[in-house]
């Protein structure tokens, strides 16, 4: 695949807010995942880079500079499809391995429920 990855970086509260509503049902904040990338034509999925049918779902994953920021990924329909915890272990597989090359640093996330 030609095209690369797009990672979108935003505010953790703000997106976690978001994704709150839109499990509640709120239309508004169903509508905003997918306006997240209009402005990308050519998304690839995070896991298997795969070219992402519209609407593309957002996974929303750690940032390792803060934790004031996350980061959210385009994933195409089967990877979406994948059980929670692969999906997650796969996209967190990913990162480390994007974080170690950048830091030559081992990479662990920890999670903390929010209260």
């Known amino acids: 695949m030609n095209a690369d990855v797009t990672l979108l970086t935003m505010q953790r509260a703000d997106i976690l807010a978001l994704h709150r509503r839109a499990l509640r049902g709120d239309q508004d904040a169903l509508a905003a995942f997918p306006a997240l990338w209009t ?53 967190l597989r990913i990162l480390k391995k994007m974080y170690s090359q950048r830091s030559g640093k081992t990479v662990t996330f920890t999670f903390n429920r929010q209260q």
Do not use: K, M, N, W
């Not at 998304?43 to 390792?64: G, H, K, M, N």
């Open 39 to 91: 402005d990308y034509p050519d998304l690839v999925c995070f896991i298997c880079d795969s070219p992402v049918e519209r609407p593309p779902y957002t996974q929303i994953l750690p940032e390792l500079a803060t934790r004031e920021t996350v980061l959210c990924a385009p994933l195409c329909t089967a990877c979406r499809s994948l059980p929670e915890l692969q999906r997650l272990g796969r996209s």
